[in-house]
């Protein structure tokens, strides 16, 4: 949250919720976004808040700059370049690739554990994100946030089919962390350096880890002799 002693600092604006003892938020995009940033050692404040209104394309997080200008996620890199926070150049040729992966499978385990599984749902999509609510406008929200989220992980994979089958989900998810627990094999970070790739892993998997919701991925994950320790410690550290 910006402060008088930093007024001029830029203020990342991001989704609100209550009683998070660990993570400062259980969203993608945020979290990978505030990694992005502290991987390009930018200065910045963060300002939480549901309201998405002030942002260009409606959506959180934003940046809203000391002059007023309000950035969209989506253009933070750019913004970046312009005011000399550049990330290194990644030494992975395939980055976009594994970027892939990544959006596509291990970003929409979080959102369906998040949105869509019953027992996520109430701990952490309706129970932290919608608990300032009134029981009825919580239910109504939380409904239409469940089923957006349903048809976009549809749309956007259609091979989940109608069901939506959570295990298929999970199965894609594993074998995206075997891929990557071979690319990380003994580097500090996957793409040679702080990295996009870098920072949606470790947006997603800290997430999976932190997550108040015992689940298949998060049991491979954090049990006793698991082969993705490696992938644990990189998120953790």
Request: with cysteine; charged share 20%; aromatic share 10%.
């Amino acid at each position: 949250m910006a402060t008088p002693e930093a007024p001029l600092r830029e203020i990342l604006k991001s989704i609100s919720f209550t009683q998070l003892p660990f993570l400062p938020t259980f969203d993608t995009e945020c979290l990978r976004t505030l990694t992005v940033l502290k991987f390009a050692n930018y200065g910045f404040d963060i300002q939480y808040t549901n309201e998405p209104n002030g942002s260009p394309n409606g959506k959180l997080p934003y940046l809203l700059l000391p002059n007023g200008q309000a950035i969209a996620s989506n253009n933070v890199l750019k913004h970046l370049e312009q005011s000399g926070h550049t990330l290194p150049e990644s030494k992975l040729n395939s980055e976009i690739v594994y970027c892939t992966m990544v959006e596509r499978n291990l970003v929409p385990i979080v959102e369906y554990i998040m949105w869509v599984d019953s027992v996520g749902f109430e701990k952490i999509g309706n129970g932290r994100y919608l608990s300032d609510y009134p029981p009825f406008v919580r239910y109504m929200l939380g409904w239409f946030k469940s089923t957006s989220v349903a048809h976009d992980l549809r749309v956007r994979q259609p091979e989940y089919g109608a069901a939506l089958d959570g295990q298929v989900l999970y199965d894609n998810a594993i074998r995206v962390l075997d891929s990557l627990l071979v690319l990380l094999d003994d580097r500090e970070y996957l793409a040679g350096g702080p990295s996009q790739l870098d920072a949606c892993v470790f947006a997603c998997l800290n997430i999976l880890i932190e997550a108040p919701v015992e689940s298949p991925i998060r049991n491979a994950l954090l049990h006793t002799d698991s082969k993705y320790e490696p992938l644990v410690a990189f998120a953790l550290r």
